[in-house]
C-alpha cells in the first residue's frame, strides 16, 4: 500500500531533539531492550522468583525487594507504542497483518523474524544496549563503546546481507 | 535547495563552529552574590577555638580539619589528623571528594583566618555546604586553646569555667602548661550541624 | 543548568512521566519515518532504501551537536550525563549477533515496538524472540560471565581515545555522514525499490 513517510532528515532532526530532551531533562538517552529485559525479569520473578534472585544475571534487578519494571527505559518504552500508534493512526497505517517480501512466505518471514529476536535478545544483553541505546544514545555522547557497537552492527549487516538477500529483494 | 543539502549544510556550519570553539570546563557558581552576602553577614561559618576543642576532645568523628597553607608550613606543623589541601588547590578535581559530601563537617583552617576564609568563600559558592572556619586560625587557637591566659579571679564564673575548660583541653590536645586538670566545664557545645545530601549519584542510563 | 533531574532542579518523581512523554515523541518520529517496516529498514543493506542511514546519522548528529552546544552555552552540565561504558569484546560480539539479528529479522527492538503498535504481526514474534534471546543469555550467564567483563575500559569518550576535542570529532562524523548520505542517494537511484 502506498503511503507517506516523513522526510528522512527532518525525521532525523525530529529524533535527535527528542533525544536532547531526554539528556537534558533526565540526564541519560534512549534505550529499548532494556524494557524487554525488565518485563522478563518481572515475570519471572513472579514465576520461580527463588531461580531469579540466584541467577547471576537477573538476580540484581530483583535485590532487595526492588521492582524491575521501576525503570526509566519501562516507561519510555510505554510512550514508545503510544507514539507510534498515534502516527500510524495519523497516516493511515494501522493495520493487522505480517509484513514480508512478496517473493517469500509469510510463515517463512516469521520464522526469520523469530529467530532474528533472539539474536537480538542475545546479543543487545551482551553488547550492552540495542542501536538506540548504544549506537544512537553512544554516538550522540561521543562514547567509544556506542561507535564500536554501531559499526560492529551495521558492519555485520552489510557482510550479511548477500546470504538474506532471498528474504528481502528475491 | 534540497532538504538533503539544507541539512547537510546547516550541520557542517554548526560542526565548523563547535569544533573551533574551546571546550566548556567552567564550573558556575550556585549562590548568587546576595545569596553569599548574607552567608557572610550570618557568620555561621565561624568556628570559634573552644568548639573546635570540645570536638576533638570527644572524638567527633563526623570532623574533618583541612589545613589550606602549603606543604612546608604543614610539615612544620598541623593539628593532629588534618588533612592538607593547600588553597591553590582546592579546586583541583582529586580532592573534589573532600567538598562534594554530606558525611563530615570539613573545618578549613590557616595561621589566621583570611586564607582558610577565602577557601571557604569560593567553596561556599560552588555550592557546597558543611564548610567552616576556624575562627583565628592556628594564631588565635594557640592562644586561646594551647596556652589559656589564666582569668583575674573577679571575672564571672562562666570565664572561670571556660579557662578551666581550656586548661583541660589543652592537655588533652597536647598544649602548654602542666596544671591540675579541669573540672567538666558547663559550655554549651553544638553538634556540627552537617547537611545531608545525597551523594551526587553518578549519571545512570544504560539499557 | 541541565540535566535537570539529576541537578535537582525537577523533582526526580517526574522522571517516569517524562520518560514516558520523550517515548511518544520517540515512537511518533521512528513511526513518521518508516521504521515500523522491516522492509524499509533491511533497504539499507541492499541499498534500495537508505532512510536507516538518513534518519539514524542526522539523528545522531543533531543531538550531539545540542549536547556540545548545550555545554557551551552552560545549559547542560556533561559530567552528569550519562556515558555508556566500553566493554571491549562484549561490544564487538554483541554488535555482531546484533547485526545477524538484524538482517534477518529487519528489526531492532525500538523499532520492532513501534511496529508492533501499528499491528505487523511479524514485530510482535520479533519481540518474543527478544524475550527468549534475553533469558537464554541470562540462564547461560556463568559460561559467558567471563566475556561479559572482558576489555573493560571505563567510559572513554572517542574523542578522547583519538586525542581531539568533542567538537572536533562532530565535525568528522558530519563529514563522514555527509559522505554516507551522497553514496546512499546514489544507492537508491541504481538500486529502484518497487512500491512496498
Redesign the interface.
Known amino acids: 500500500m ?1 503511503t507517506k ?30 524494557a ?2 525488565d ?2 525479569v518481572f515475570s ?1 520473578d513472579k514465576v520461580a522468583p527463588t531461580h531469579t534472585a540466584e ?4 538476580g540484581k534487578y530483583v535485590a532487595d525487594g526492588a521492582n524491575p519494571l521501576n525503570n ?2 519501562v ?14 493512526a495519523i ?1 493511515g ?9 512478496p517473493g517469500i512466505s509469510a510463515n517463512r ?2 520464522v ?50 548477500y546470504f ?2 532471498k ?3 528475491g | 535547495m534540497k ?2 543539502n ?2 547537510v549544510g546547516i550541520m557542517i556550519l554548526l560542526g565548523i563552529v563547535i569544533a573551533m570553539v574551546p571546550e566548556n570546563t567552567t564550573k558556575p557558581f550556585k549562590l548568587t552574590a546576595q545569596q553569599m552576602l548574607n552567608a557572610v553577614n550570618d557568620g555561621t561559618e565561624m568556628v570559634h577555638p573552644d568548639l573546635l576543642a570540645d570536638w576533638l576532645i570527644n572524638k567527633d568523628p563526623s570532623i574533618q580539619l583541612i589545613d589550606v597553607r602549603s606543604s612546608d608550613e604543614f610539615e612544620k606543623f598541623h593539628l593532629d589528623q588534618a588533612i592538607n589541601v593547600p588553597r591553590a588547590d582546592i579546586l583541583s578535581p582529586d580532592y573534589r571528594e573532600i567538598w562534594d559530601q554530606g558525611v563530615k563537617f570539613n573545618v578549613i583552617y590557616s595561621n589566621g583566618s583570611t586564607t582558610a576564609h577565602d577557601a571557604w568563600m569560593i567553596l561556599r559558592q560552588l555550592g557546597y555546604q558543611n564548610i567552616g572556619v576556624l575562627m583565628g586560625g592556628l594564631n588565635y587557637w594557640t592562644e586561646v586553646v594551647m596556652n589559656p591566659k589564666s582569668p583575674a579571679a573577679i571575672l564571672p564564673d562562666d570565664e572561670i569555667a571556660k579557662y578551666e575548660f581550656r586548661k583541660g583541653a589543652s592537655q588533652a590536645l597536647g598544649g602548654g602548661s602542666a596544671s591540675a586538670p579541669a573540672t567538666s566545664a558547663e559550655i554549651e557545645v553544638q553538634k556540627p550541624k552537617i547537611v545531608p545530601r545525597k551523594a551526587k549519584k553518578a ?5 | 543548568m ?5 541537578n535537582e532542579i ?1 523533582a526526580g518523581n517526574w ?20 521504521f ?5 529498514l ?2 539499507m ?2 541499498g ?1 532504501d537508505t ?1 536507516v542511514l ?11 551537536l ?2 556540545l552546544f ?1 555545554s557551551l552555552f552552560d ?2 552540565d556533561l559530567s ?9 569484546w ?21 523499532t ?12 510482535m ?15 547461560s ?2 559460561l ?2 567471563n ?2 567483563v572482558a576489555g573493560d ?1 571505563g ?7 583519538l586525542g581531539i576535542s ?1 567538537g572536533v ?2 565535525l568528522l ?1 558530519i563529514l563522514a555522514a555527509a559522505i554516507m548520505f551522497w553514496i546512499g542517494e546514489w544507492a537508491e537511484r541504481k538500486f529502484p525499490r518497487e ?2
Not at chain 1, 75 to 88: A, D, H, K, T
Not at chain 1, 93 to 101: A, P, Q, T
Not at chain 2, 203 to 207: A, F, I, T, V
Open positions: 502506498k513517510y516523513m522526510n528522512p532528515y527532518l525525521a532525523g532532526f525530529l529524533l535527535g531533539f527528542v533525544l536532547l530532551m531526554a539528556f537534558y531533562f533526565s540526564g541519560r538517552g534512549l534505550g529499548a531492550s532494556g524487554v529485559k518485563v522478563l519471572m541467577n547471576h544475571y537477573f526509566w527505559l516507561y519510555e518504552m510505554l510512550g514508545v507504542v503510544l507514539g507510534g500508534f498515534i502516527s500510524g497516516a497505517r494501522l493495520k493487522l497483518r505480517i509484513e514480508h517480501f518471514r516469521l526469520f523474524a523469530l529467530i532474528g529476536g533472539v539474536l537480538f535478545g542475545f546479543g543487545s544483553q551482551l553488547g550492552r544496549g540495542c542501536t538506540s541505546g548504544s549506537a544512537l544514545t553512544g554516538m550522540a555522547v561521543l562514547s567509544l563503546g556506542g561507535f564500536i557497537t554501531m559499526a560492529a552492527i551495521f558492519g555485520t549487516a552489510f557482510a550479511a546481507a538474506f538477500k528474504n528481502w529483494i | 532538504p538533503r539544507l541539512a549519571p545512570q542510563g544504560g539499557c | 541541565g540535566p535537570l533531574i539529576p525537577i522522571n517516569f512521566l517524562i520518560a514516558f512523554v520523550i517515548g511518544i515523541g520517540f515512537g511518533f518520529v521512528l513511526e513518521q519515518a518508516g515500523s517496516s522491516s522492509r524499509k533491511a533497504g543493506f541492499y534500495y532512510v538518513k534518519v539514524f546519522f542526522t539523528g545522531a548528529i543533531t543531538a550531539m545540542g549536547l548545550f545549559w547542560i552528569l550525563v550519562y556515558v555508556n561504558p566500553t566493554f571491549l562484549s561490544a564487538i560480539i554483541g554488535g555482531v549477533i546484533m547485526g545477524l539479528g538484524f538482517i534477518t529479522a529487519g528489526f531492532c527492538p525500538g520492532s515496538v513501534c511496529a508492533a503498535a501499528i499491528g505487523k504481526i511479524d514485530a514474534i520479533f519481540i518474543v524472540g527478544i524475550f527468549l534471546g534475553i533469558f537464554i543469555f541470562g540462564e550467564f556463568p559467558l560471565q566475556l561479559f575500559m567510559s572513554p569518550k572517542l574523542n578522547q581515545v568533542g570529532l562532530a562524523v512500491e512496498y
